[in-house]
Each structure stands twice: as structure tokens, then as C-alpha cells.
């Protein structure tokens, strides 16, 4: 039971440009939300959280946005750069289980030169 | 440095040839956690300890073990591997709970025949 879901497998955008991931989610009882970058041959690494009490944060380049009612989050990466190419993980969980941490399946980002 | 170190990184067996995947931590942290990662489902939880000698049931736990006897230690156990055990493990750790920003360790890419 997928309860984070991350729809876009891929994306490619250019350097310099936006790049824009996508995550929905079901449970109506997540309310922090994270977001994590994985390069190959190594663990993800942490990027960027929101609580639900906002419905943006802001971490340099990096900006994830939250609407609670579509129960849907991005991460936007303002400009990208070629460093940036990685796979994604959006991550939820609630207050009422915080160690019932669910990932998404992943989105790989390719930023070209 | 501060990190958390899994061995071994690649390790090709048997089915029913038990083994051991051995995750440590400096960090002093509270909380570990093992993953498994897996094509199109992202990362699911495996089992999680939030201190020593407590330890829980992630979303796949079945046939799977852990133990948590000292604070820097989470080693996942394999009593009888089986083929759709083969997957990507990872084991994180944080100061305490899935709420935290959690750190990976490197992976381990575990093959059984």
C-alpha cells in the first residue's frame, strides 16, 4: 500500500532552469513531510522538511511546497545545476507514529549541461 | 566523521544461508532503522529500534531479524534468505525517531541465488 506516491519515474531539465518533483500522499495523518537526494553507491542524504503547520520552506536553491488539501508536495530547485542529478525520495510521516517513516518510490532528476 | 558504516557492501549467498548485515553508528543516536530499497517501491521500513533493547516492526518485516544490545549497533539478520530477499539494505540512524533528519548508511547489495 503505496501511501506516498511519486508518479514521475524521470526528469530531465536543463542547467539553469527549474526543476519541479512531485509527491501525493493518502494518509491524512501525515503531517511532516521530508525530502531526501541520493546519489549511486550511496545512502540518501537529507535535503529538506516542511511541517504541516506551512505550506513552504526555503533551503537556499531548494523550496518545498505543501498543499494539504490535494495532499500533494514538491520540492522546486531554482537553478538547477548538473550536481543536482540524483534520485529523489519524498518521505511522510505522523505525529501519532513518528517512526512510521514511508518513502516514495523515488524521482530521477538528470540536469544537463 | 560522523557516519554510520554497514558491512558488508555486496555480498552474494544461498537461499537458507543465514547471515548478518552489520550497521554501527558515532553519533551517539537513539533511533536506527533498516530499509530495504527495491525498484518502483522505494525504501521500505524494515524494522526500527528507538533505544536500546527496544526494538520494532517497520512495513516488511518478515523474515527478517534484528537486535539492538548496545547503543551504536543495529546488525540485520537473515535466518533463511530467501531469493525475494534480494534488494538494496540500508540502515540510518537518527537522534531520535522518524522525525529527525535521518543518516544513511552506504547500502549494502545483497543477491540470493
Known amino acids: 500500500d503505496q501511501q506516498v506516491k511519486q508518479n514521475s519515474p524521470s526528469l530531465s531539465v536543463q542547467e539553469g532552469r527549474i526543476s519541479i518533483l512531485n509527491c501525493d500522499y493518502t494518509n491524512s495523518m501525515f503531517d511532516y513531510f521530508l525530502w531526501y537526494k541520493k546519489y549511486p553507491a550511496e545512502g540518501p542524504t537529507f535535503l529538506i522538511s516542511?511541517?504541516?503547520?506551512?505550506d513552504k520552506n526555503e533551503d537556499g536553491r531548494f523550496t518545498v511546497f505543501l498543499n494539504k488539501s490535494a495532499k500533494h508536495l514538491s520540492l522546486h530547485i531554482v537553478p538547477s545545476q548538473p550536481g543536482d542529478s540524483a534520485v529523489y525520495f519524498c518521505a511522510a510521516f505522523g505525529e501519532y507514529n513518528n517512526n512510521d517513516m514511508r518513502f516514495g518510490a523515488g524521482t530521477r532528476l538528470t540536469v544537463k549541461p | 566523521e560522523a557516519q554510520v558504516t554497514q558491512n558488508p557492501r555486496y555480498l552474494i549467498t544461498v537461499t537458507g544461508k543465514k547471515l548478518t548485515v552489520t550497521c554501527s553508528q558515532n553519533?551517539?543516536?537513539?533511533?536506527m532503522s533498516w530499509y530495504r530499497q527495491d525498484p518502483g517501491l522505494g525504501l521500505r521500513q524494515i524494522y526500527y529500534?528507538?533505544?536500546?533493547?527496544?526494538?520494532d516492526k517497520g512495513d516488511v518485516p518478515e523474515g527478517y531479524k534484528v537486535s539492538r544490545k548496545e547503543k551504536r549497533n543495529f546488525p540485520l539478520i537473515l535466518e533463511s534468505p530467501s531469493p525475494n530477499q534480494t534488494s538494496l539494505y540500508f540502515c540510518a540512524s537518527s537522534i531520535a525517531g522518524g522525525a529527525y533528519e535521518q543518516y544513511f548508511g552506504p547500502g549494502t547489495r545483497l543477491t540470493v541465488t
Open positions: 516542511i511541517s504541516s503547520i506551512k
Open positions: 553519533m551517539n543516536h537513539e533511533y
Open positions: 529500534s528507538m533505544n536500546v533493547e527496544v526494538t
